[in-house]
C-alpha cells in the first residue's frame, strides 16, 4: 500500500470538530508533521509533535499519535470557514512521502 | 524577508520547449526540493538535494534535471516540455537538522503544456 494513506475529503460545519486521520507504514523520524494548504498557496507548517509522545496539543488543534498502529490524526475544535484547506500529513524523516491530502469543506 | 521564492509564478509554454523553473532561499538551508502537484495525485517528489553540489532523484524524475550549484539556488529545468508536465510546482527547503525535517515551501510555479 501507499506509504501515508488519508481520506480524501473531509466536510463539516462550522462550529462542529473536524478529525482529519493518517496512517503510515514506517516512521523512524523524531518528529511527524501537519502541514496545511490553502487555495493558490504553498504548505505551511500547521502543528507537529514529537515521536515519542501520544498527544499534542496547540489551542484548538490536537495531534494524537499512536506508533503501535502508525496512525496519527489531526483534531480541529470549533472548526472555522478559515480552516477549509488541504491538510498533508508528513511522518517525517528524509523520506519525504507526503499522503495525498485531506481537502476540508466547512460550511457556515 | 526570509523564505523561500519561486519564478515564474505561471508559465503557458508549447510542447517541446525547454523551460527553467527558479527557487531561491535564504534561510541557509542544506537541503532543497522539488514537488509536482495534481489533482488526485497529491505531493510528488521530482529531485532533491541534500547540500550544494549534490542533486537525488525523487519520485518522478523523469523528464526533469536539476543543479545545486550554490546553497540558494535550486532550479528545475525541463529539457523538452510535454503536456503530462503540466501542473503546480513546489519549491521546498529544510535544516536537515534540529526539528529532524520540517520543510519550508514556495508559493509554487503553475505550468501549463500545450
Known amino acids: 500500500g501507499e506509504d501515508v494513506e488519508q481520506s480524501l475529503f473531509l466536510s463539516v460545519r462550522e462550529g462542529d470538530s473536524s478529525v482529519i486521520n493518517c496512517t503510515y507504514t514506517d516512521s523512524s523520524s523524531t518528529y511527524l508533521y501537519w502541514y496545511k494548504q490553502e487555495p493558490g498557496a504553498g504548505l505551511q507548517l500547521l502543528t507537529y509533535i514529537f515521536s515519542n509522545m501520544d498527544m499534542k496539543q496547540d489551542q484548538r488543534l490536537t495531534v494524537l499519535l499512536n506508533k503501535k498502529d502508525k496512525h496519527l490524526s489531526l483534531r480541529i475544535a470549533d472548526t472555522q470557514t478559515g480552516d477549509s484547506a488541504i491538510y498533508f500529513c508528513?511522518?517525517?524523516?528524509?523520506?519525504?512521502?507526503f499522503g495525498k491530502g485531506t481537502t476540508l469543506s466547512v460550511s457556515s | 524577508i526570509a523564505g523561500i521564492t519561486q519564478a515564474p509564478t505561471s508559465q503557458i509554454l508549447a510542447a517541446g520547449r525547454r523551460m527553467t523553473l527558479r527557487c531561491t532561499q535564504d534561510m541557509r538551508h542544506n537541503a532543497m526540493y522539488w514537488y509536482r502537484q495534481d489533482l488526485g495525485l497529491g505531493l510528488r517528489l521530482i529531485h532533491y538535494?541534500?547540500?550544494?553540489?549534490?542533486?537525488g532523484k525523487g519520485e518522478v524524475p523523469d523528464g526533469y534535471s536539476v543543479s545545486r550549484a550554490n546553497t540558494d539556488d535550486f532550479p528545475l529545468t525541463l529539457a523538452s516540455a510535454v503536456p503530462s508536465q503540466t501542473s503546480v510546482y513546489f519549491c521546498?527547503?529544510?535544516?536537515?537538522?534540529?526539528?529532524?525535517?520540517?520543510?519550508?515551501f514556495g508559493p509554487g510555479t503553475r505550468l501549463t503544456v500545450l
Open positions: 538535494s541534500n547540500t550544494a553540489g549534490t542533486t
Open positions: 521546498a527547503s529544510s535544516r536537515l537538522s534540529g526539528r529532524d525535517n520540517e520543510q519550508f
Open positions: 508528513d511522518r517525517g524523516g528524509t523520506a519525504l512521502i
